[in-house]
């Protein structure tokens, strides 16, 4: 049987405001990242990640994220990432509000991303 | 962080300008969101990728069930803030001055511990030892822990541990375990408390349909009951009653007993039992305890009948016979009214001075019906043996002390009673079976009560099912065939049936005297081997004295045959040369009823069926008080309150019948002119016949009857005014002839609710309603009903004139002159095959009033399906109509309505019991008699009053006649 093989990338999300913190739901993010794949890579792009795209594992608090994407396509994904700057609009009744994401590390198993979080948490206390 | 922290810090700029309230509110809340859950956990299934199918779903499950959880912050527990500012609208905020760091540290710290957890979960169904990679592996690794690396030690010896240990606490045991013999019946004990269970429960429940405890006709009854077996139709139980022995368990009927001084006891049935049933109650066999009354029961005021009791009185011996001294009374009651009767019992013990105590757990009853029923009873019970060695038996460890002293002192009682029984049973059978004594009526009368003294009789429990015969029951006792012999014996039914039954603490002990089944059969086994007096040693150690209590049963219908009320016809009926299919026979029905202590129930049951009895659930009492066309309690008792709830049960069951079908699938009621489909509409019936009928149903907008004239067919339409016409002729005569009695009714119907209904029971009035009709003296019989006070219903028998079968919920309808002329014709015919080819009258179709609104709303449904696909904030209405009647009259006037109806073995033929007015009852005699052919010549083949009777399902009238019963 042939493997699927995925990356896992493990994201910090800086958030402008309280609101968009309180809100932060695994829809928010993958929205937001659509919204920019589908300005930088077109059609294609988006088409070829987003359906694969998923958040594994989300904490508002820690503002941590692991996303999950098909290694094929995982570049194209880490490049778009440093451009995403704002919610889809749609979102929140047709106000964007601003976001970004700082990528903390890449894997090829989910096990190595809880890993680095075990590791990286300490860090930045 | 620090970016973080700038742009929060940059987007609230913190407004110095600003009251210090607003500062205050922030304080507030930063300590609040202390307080408050920091993270509201949250399984992420429902992304996007994973909404395919349940299958899949289950196995992302699966596969993320150690996986850590989202953490998200609940939006409406952090909203708090929203309230102290001074416009909930702005959510604008300031930021705190200090950044959280002991709050983040938490969360970090149970992120970390997620994630460890995540990360040492050993996943999936991997062995610890196929978590390693191949080269690791080690072959003693699976017995030996100690060969695998320490990371994974830990997991493998928890594996390694077999799992019938480890479930040795857990709930599922194997079914051979749990179906053992033990365990079975700590289940049964667990469950029967609380359920109701009868004795017999787990033999019927095996063989036979139960009354469900959700079911609204049996919810009441605290007992759950066996309504019919499931092996055979009910003409195998049919034939049980005509030919053999049907046996019942109603052991569910409640025992209430009554103690006083017989004239205390005497004034509180005077007040809960209508006049015209005192004799029956005071008469002396039944004060003394020879006999056991049947009568209907009245609440305080006498007038509304509640249900039928079985009175039966403790014996006092002569010497004993004070007022004063305290009497015993059995009242056996219906389930269903129990509530209702004991209120009217305790409220008149009180003010009498009588305790009453319930004593329902402490008999079985069971219910021998059919010819051969005296002779199961005669080989079944085997007598107890009286005589010197009574002393020895005393020495088996589970006899009753007090038992075998009563019986000590009583011995020449016991005897007689014993002699006594088996002689009574000899009669019963020789009555039925014997040619020479067939024309004999037995001695013994209704409700005739013995007592016996019995073995316990497993002992005599035959290997195969046996058919038990009059020869081989007295093969047995060699003496009884000398005193059979001498026909003249000295029948002792003067003598008293004494019984140690009544005395609470002997029963108590009789209880608790059974053996276990397993000790019996194992000593009878062994017995086997032994010979001679060893072997009769052996089963005497086993013998156990039982007390119990035989009670007679006539003929369900024999009441209305008694030559007392006979009538003409009934009299000279010939049981010699009768046909097979002139109903039943005037002893169908008979047999004995057996009361036994408690406990005693199976072990009587069992060998009771052993002797071919076949066993019967409620369905067979009901089927066999329809085979003499006799009201069954609770369902033909209209007027009692267990009868009512019987039938607001019985609608509620046929609506939801009806409606659980698709609208093109179900009867419309409205085109067939049938307005009570579903229960009858007893207040309907006492409306007058004019106008008023039709206003009281004709609630909603509906268009009127006669709508369908113009749009039909001409076939239809010159049918419809034929029958228009004669109805009116009818009624106008009708009025004519009794103008001032059918007023009467109307007006007091109008008053008084269904409540006030009354139904003709007075025994004595009906058998002379049905001397006089037989006789064809109907200008007395009209007298007589005309003397009843409306509103009052007569309970009759239906007998289709040739073809048709009742059902319950028929309508009985009164026939127009038009149809009696047809029925002329058609009897008349030279071509036709006289009665055989007379078909009643057909209601013609009829408009649906429902017909425009059942269009115009699935119209509407159809719209707003489609509004709703536009805008999902429609609000929903539901128009859906379940009406419990129907607004179409049919052309011929409901007059009565049958109660049970079915295809009759003893009849071949139709039959059913049903109720009608009595002024209808009274106009149907009226307007017959003026008709002259059919006084005459028609009612040689059938008797009036005729009327017509309609299923709900159908159009077609049949010709039923009409008799009175009780």
């Known amino acids: 049987m042939v493997r699927l093989k995925h990356r896992y990338i493990a994201l910090e999300v800086v958030m402008s405001k309280a609101f968009l913190k309180r809100n932060m739901k695994p829809k928010v993010i993958t929205g937001a990242i659509r919204m920019h794949l589908n300005n930088l890579y077109g059609e294609l792009g988006s088409a070829s990640i987003y359906p694969n795209l998923s958040v594994r594992y989300l904490n508002a608090h820690t503002n941590t994220i692991i996303l999950r994407v098909r290694r094929r396509f995982a570049e194209i994904l880490l490049t778009v990432l440093p451009f995403v700057t704002a919610t889809e609009s749609t979102e929140f009744k047709n106000t964007d509000h601003k976001i970004f994401f700082r990528t903390l590390y890449v894997s090829g198993t989910i096990r190595s991303a809880q890993k680095f979080l075990i590791r990286n948490n300490p860090l930045v206390l | ?177 749990r179906r053992k013999k033990l365990a079975l019946q700590n289940e049964y004990a667990k469950r029967a408390g609380n359920q109701g269970w009868l004795e017999t429960h787990l033999w019927h429940s095996k063989r036979f349909h139960m009354t469900e405890n959700s079911d609204k006709h049996y919810q009441h009854w605290s007992h759950r009951v066996s309504i019919y077996p499931n092996d055979k139709s009910f003409r195998a139980c049919y034939r049980a009653v005509a030919k053999h022995c049907l046996i019942q368990d109603i052991s569910y009927f409640h025992c209430v007993e009554l103690t006083g001084s017989q004239i205390n006891v005497k004034n509180m049935f005077k007040n809960m039992i209508q006049q015209h049933e005192h004799s029956s109650v005071f008469d002396d066999g039944v004060l003394s305890g020879k006999i056991e009354a049947e009568v209907m029961m009245c609440d305080l005021t006498c007038d509304k009948v509640i249900c039928p009791v079985r009175i039966l009185w403790q014996p006092k011996l002569e010497d004993n016979q004070d007022t004063i001294s305290k009497h015993v009374v059995w009242c056996w009651i219906h389930p269903a009214p129990y509530k209702e009767a004991t209120k009217v019992l305790e409220q008149l013990s009180t003010t009498h001075g009588v305790s009453t105590s319930d004593r329902t757990g402490d008999f079985n009853r069971f219910r021998f019906t059919g010819p051969k029923s005296s002779v199961t009873l005669m080989s079944t019970l085997q007598l107890i043996k009286v005589g010197e060695d009574l002393t020895s038996q ?124 397993h000790v019996t059969s194992t000593r009878k086994n062994e017995a086997k081997f032994t010979l001679g007096e060893e072997k009769t040693k052996k089963l005497d150690s086993l013998a156990t004295p039982v007390p119990v209590l035989l009670i007679r049963r006539s003929g369900i219908a024999s009441h209305l045959k008694k030559p007392g009320f006979e009538g003409v016809a009934g009299g000279t009926e010939v049981t010699e040369g009768r046909s097979v299919h002139a109903g039943p026979p005037e002893d169908f029905g008979s047999g004995w009823d057996l009361i036994l202590p408690k406990k005693w129930g199976t072990a009587f049951w069992i060998p009771f069926v052993y002797h071919r009895a076949r066993a019967g659930g ?173 509103p009052t219903l007569v309970c009759v028998q239906i007998s289709p004139i040739n073809r048709g079968t009742p059902s319950a919920r028929a309508m009985l309808c009164a026939p127009s002159s038009d149809d009696f002329v047809e029925l002329r014709r058609e009897f008349e015919d030279l071509n036709g095959e006289g009665l055989k080819s007379c078909t009643g009258p057909v209601e013609p179709k009829h408009w649906d009033p429902y017909r425009k609104e059942r269009k115009l709303a699935t119209e509407q449904a159809k719209k707003r399906r489609k509004q709703k696909k536009k805008d999902e904030h429609a609000p929903l209405q539901s128009t859906n109509q379940k009406p419990h009647k129907f607004n179409v009259l049919p052309i011929r006037p409901i007059i009565g309505f049958v109660t049970s109806g079915d295809f009759l073995f003893s009849y071949a033929s139709g039959g059913g019991v049903g109720f009608i007015a009595v002024d209808h009852l009274v106009s149907l005699l009226r307007e017959q008699v003026t008709n002259n052919w059919l006084m005459q010549e028609f009612a040689k083949s059938a008797k009036p009053p005729i009327a017509l009777m309609r299923l709900i399902d159908s159009t077609q009238y049949r010709f039923v006649s009409l008799h009175p019963t009780s």
């Not at chain 2, 007592?451 to 020869?471: A, C, G, H, I, M």
């Not at chain 2, 019987?646 to 659980?660: D, Q």
Request: net charge positive; hydrophobic share 30%; with cysteine.
């Open chain 2, 1 to 177: 962080m620090d970016n973080l922290k700038n742009t929060e810090k940059n987007d609230f700029p913190v407004a110095d300008s600003k009251s210090s309230t607003s500062l205050k509110g922030t304080t507030q809340a930063t300590d609040a969101s202390d307080k408050l859950p920091e993270s509201n956990v949250k399984s992420e299934i429902k992304s996007a990728d994973e909404k395919k199918e349940s299958s899949h779903l289950k196995k992302w499950k699966k596969r993320m069930r150690f996986q850590p959880k989202n953490v998200t912050l609940d939006p409406e527990k952090h909203e708090y803030y929203k309230d102290l500012l001074p416009d909930p609208k702005d959510d604008t905020f300031e930021l705190p001055r200090a950044v959280p760091v002991a709050e983040y540290v938490e969360e970090a710290k149970k992120e970390v511990k997620a994630m460890l957890a995540a990360v040492k979960q050993h996943s999936g169904s991997k062995t610890a030892l196929q978590t390693l990679p191949k080269h690791m592996r080690r072959r003693a690794a699976s017995h030996n822990v100690k060969r695998l690396p320490i990371r994974l030690r830990e997991l493998a010896s928890q594996q390694m541990i077999p799992p019938s240990e480890s479930s040795k606490t857990g709930e599922k045991v194997c079914r051979r375990k």
């Open chain 2, 394 to 517: 005393n020495s088996a460890e589970h006899l009753s002390a007090k038992l075998s002293s009563w019986i000590n002192e009583n011995k020449d009682e016991v005897k007689k009673q014993q002699l006594d029984f088996s002689l009574t049973m000899l009669e019963c059978h020789r009555c039925n079976f014997h040619k020479t004594h067939k024309q004999l009526t037995t001695r013994v009368c209704h409700g005739a009560v013995m007592s016996v003294l019995v073995n316990d009789p497993r002992l005599t429990l035959p290997l195969q099912k046996t058919k038990p015969t009059l020869k081989s029951t007295l093969s047995q006792e060699p003496s009884l065939l000398d005193a059979s012999e001498v026909d003249d014996h000295e029948k002792s039914l003067e003598e008293l049936p004494l019984s140690p039954k009544w005395k609470s603490e002997i029963l108590e002990e009789v209880a608790l005297s059974r053996l276990p089944d």
């Open chain 2, 618 to 790: 409620i369905r067979e009492s009901e089927h066999s008080h329809l085979e003499c066309k006799t009201p069954f309690f609770p369902r033909d008792f209209p007027d009692t309150g267990a009868g009512r709830k019987w039938w607001e049960a019985e609608m509620e069951t046929n609506l939801k019948r009806h409606y659980s079908k698709p609208p093109a699938k179900r009867v419309n009621f409205s085109v067939m002119a049938t307005p009570f489909p579903f229960s009858p509409d007893w207040d309907h019936i006492f409306l007058p016949l004019d106008g008023e009928r039709e206003s009281s149903l004709n609630v909603g907008s509906s268009p009127p009857l006669k709508q369908p004239v113009e749009s039909k067919s001409e076939l239809v339409l010159t049918e419809n005014q034929n029958f228009a016409t004669s109805f009116s002729t009818v009624t106008r005569k009708r009025s004519a002839t009794s103008s001032d009695h059918d007023v009467i009714p109307s007006k007091k119907s109008k008053d008084s609710d269904i409540t006030a209904m009354a139904v003709l029971r007075n025994k004595e009035k009906v058998a002379t309603l049905r001397r006089l009709l037989s006789a064809g003296d109907f200008a007395s019989a009209i007298s007589l009903l005309e003397s009843l006070t409306p």
